[in-house]
Nanobody, 124 residues
Framework: QVQLVESGGGLVQAGGSLLLSCGASERTLSSYVMGWFRQAPGKEREFVAAISWSGGKSHYADSVKGRFTISRDNAKNTVYLQMNSLKPEDTAVYYC?????????????????WGQGTQVTVSS
């Protein structure tokens, strides 16, 4: 069982930046494809970004491409989501997730491990 814990959420003005972090205390994340998803009130959970084991491959939702960057530091057992040029429509609970797959996947159902989420609120 992998216990994922997100941090770094908060309130920011439009155009600002936030750095989300995701760690696991009891098992290494280096064996997992890692992803970030988000869920806004009244909406379904949606894919944001994902990264391969090594960090050499990543994939982004069109809505965040060019603004968000996913990265990982396997030595620190941590995955990051750097969010720049934030917009009010980025407001959501952001979830970190892990998938025991070889290829980078973007479907929530492919991810077997989830964190509790961290709230990101972008004011206009």
């Amino acid at each position: 069982q992998v216990q994922l814990v997100e941090s770094g959420g908060g309130l920011v003005q439009a155009g600002g930046s936030l750095l989300l972090s995701c760690g696991a205390s009891e098992r290494t994340l280096s064996s997992y494809v890692m992803g970030w998803f988000r869920q806004a009130p009244g909406k379904e959970r949606e894919f944001v970004a994902a990264i391969s084991w090594s960090g050499g491959k990543s994939h982004y939702a069109d809505s965040v491409k060019g603004r968000f960057t996913i990265s990982r530091d396997n030595a620190k057992n941590t995955v990051y989501l750097q969010m720049n040029s934030l917009k009010p429509e980025d407001t959501a609970v952001y979830y970190c997730a892990g998938a025991a797959t070889i290829v980078v996947v973007i479907t929530a159902g492919e991810y077997g491990y989830w964190g509790q989420g961290t709230q990101v609120t972008v004011s206009s």
